[in-house]
Structure formats: C-alpha cells, structure tokens
C-alpha cells in the first residue's frame, strides 16, 4: 500500500498533469501508467536533485564539480512520455538550457546569478512543456 502511495504521489506532485486531483477521479486503468517513469523524466528528476546540492554549496560558498556531468548529454536523446513533445522549441530550449546549466558548473563568479539564470532557463521551457513541476522547480531559486 506504501509504494501505491508513494507512485501516486509522484503522478500527482511531480507529473506534468494539473496538480491537486483527487485520487478517486483517476480512472483505473491509468494507475498502471504509474509505475513507469519515463527516461527523460527520471533524468529531470536527477537534475533537480544534482540543482537541490548545487544551491546548498553556493549558499555555503562551498565548490562544486567544474565540469557538466556527463548524464547532461543523454537530455538531447532521452525518450519523453509524449515523444510529440521533441519539437524545435523544445529542442531551443534544451540548447539554452545547457549552456546556462553549463554556465552554473563552469564558472567561478557570479554564481548566484548564474544559477537563477539556469533556473529560470529549466522554467522557460516548463511552462509550455510540463506546468505541473513548476512550483517544485521555483524553490531551487535562490532569494
Ligand atoms: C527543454 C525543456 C525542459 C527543460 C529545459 C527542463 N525540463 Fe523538466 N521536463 C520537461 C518535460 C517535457 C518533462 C516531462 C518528461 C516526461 O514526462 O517524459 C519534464 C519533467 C520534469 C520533472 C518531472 C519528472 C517527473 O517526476 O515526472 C521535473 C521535476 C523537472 N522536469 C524538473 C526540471 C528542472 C529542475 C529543470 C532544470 C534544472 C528542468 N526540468 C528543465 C521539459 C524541460
């Protein structure tokens, strides 16, 4: 009952769907969507923790890696829930994405800035893309 619970919160939290559904309107058939994330969203998942530990040693000025993880190369291929989503503004997006995430990991000043940069960056594409993360992905900013 604990892993039901825990793979409806993730479709209710974290999936791009409308949040705040209450779970008895979910039509049955789709619970077994719940058990597979996709590849692109497992790897999104990651970003927001690699993100989470970024802004923890820039608020305690402490070092980061100095180089893009290589885990970033696989967002240019990874396969989406709706791969209709891979479009040529997703791909835009994707691209200033990983300059500004680039940015974040390779230069020494500016790091607050740069790291909202990329933040709004990860938002910019969320809000056409997938709005249901979008309240999650602000508490990475940085006040
Ligand atoms: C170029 C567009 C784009 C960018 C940039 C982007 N995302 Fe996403 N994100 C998506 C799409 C599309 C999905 C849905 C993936 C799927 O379901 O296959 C997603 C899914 C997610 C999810 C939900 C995963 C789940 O549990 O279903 C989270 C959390 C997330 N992104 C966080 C982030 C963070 C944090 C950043 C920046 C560090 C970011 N995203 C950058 C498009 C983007």
Known sequence: ???????ICVLLC???KEQHKPVNSMPEKSSFQLYSMSEMALLMEQL???NMRIKDAILSDANIADSLPSHYLNLSTAVLTDPTDRDLFFDKQMTE????QRLVYEVETNRKENFNAMVQSCISCHQVKCGG???RIKKLLIP
Do not use: W
């Not at 009952?1 to 793979?7: L, P, T």
């Open 1 to 7: 009952m604990k892993i039901v619970g825990v793979f």
């Open 14 to 16: 974290f999936s791009c």
């Open 48 to 50: 927001y923790v690699d």
């Open 97 to 100: 994405f990983i300059k500004a």
């Open 133 to 135: 993360p979008i309240e």
